[in-house]
């Protein structure tokens, strides 16, 4: 909705995650058309919680963020970030 405001005109700017707003400019193939502010409005970072109900919720949280550390060094996640249009850090 905020793509079509923005490409409509009825909006000159929105506010949204720009992994979320780059993959639907993607499909919509109109990537071209939108700006990104730099610098960006916000950098916050993403979180993922779990439920405290599990008995194993803190190693679930460990094994994930150890999981996702090690996918973060390989050369796949480098290239969906290339693909998605992201800078690696």
Known sequence: MLIRKLLGGRSTIAVGTKSVILHHA???GV???IK???PP???DPVFMGFSKTRQDA???AQTFSAELRRFKATQHYQDILQKYGFEPK
């Open 31 to 33: 990537v071209d058309k």
């Open 36 to 38: 990104f502010l730099e």
């Open 41 to 43: 409005i916000s950098d």
């Open 26 to 28: 993607t499909q919509m």
């Open 58 to 60: 803190a190693e679930l």
